[in-house]
């Protein structure tokens, strides 16, 4: 991993937020940037990742969070006008929600992004403890993953599943791209 950026920080810069026609603060609700070395310079030497990170605890209404999260599909999209890679969705529980919880609410979210235009990856992680988590979405894994497994993950699967079809079609894209390279410092 390059870099990882506060999605805050990023889109401070209101010549990025104000071509998407979406409100400030969704945008600063980005939590992470998150910038790969892209080994195979399919677009350029980059892979810039979206990252929007939802807690759950026990306590989380779980019907409120489910059309929360939908709500925000058609939003989460509107990041690949800016050049963005990949839009990555987590969902990080709480260790002290049961797995059967987490597998029903995975499983309509994940219907969800599946019949999104443009390819949302989504994750959904249990905590085991403060470091180590237990995998649930894309795929559930029972072996135990730590926050740089599932960093190397979330590009691996960028890489070979969901970069962003609007970039190889030219136009604005590229040019907010290249705005976003600039706000990363990476022009």
């Not at 605890?57 to 963005?84: I, P, T």
Request: some cysteine.
């Amino acid at each position: 991993m390059r870099t990882v950026r506060s999605g805050r920080e990023v889109f401070d810069d209101e010549s990025l937020w104000s071509v998407l026609g979406v409100e400030l603060t969704f945008l600063r609700d980005v939590d992470l940037v998150l910038v790969f070395d892209d080994v195979d310079r399919i677009i350029d030497e980059y892979v810039f990742v979206a990252l929007k990170v939802d807690y759950m605890d026990k306590k989380s209404g779980f019907d409120g969070k489910l059309s929360s999260a939908l709500k925000s599909f058609e939003q989460l999209v509107k990041l690949y006008e800016l050049g963005f890679d990949a839009v990555v969705l987590w969902h990080y529980f709480d260790w002290e929600v049961k797995d059967d919880v987490v597998r029903s609410f995975c499983s309509k979210v994940g219907e969800a992004v599946e019949k999104l235009p443009l390819p949302v990856i989504y994750f959904a992680t249990k905590a085991l403890d403060s470091r180590v988590f237990k995998m649930f979405k894309p795929f559930e894994v029972e072996s135990r993953s730590d926050v740089a497994s599932i960093a190397q993950w979330m590009s691996n699967i960028v890489r070979d599943y969901g970069r962003n079809p609007l970039i190889a079609a030219g136009g604005d894209v590229v040019q907010h791209r290249l705005q976003l390279r600039e706000a990363l410092g990476l022009a």
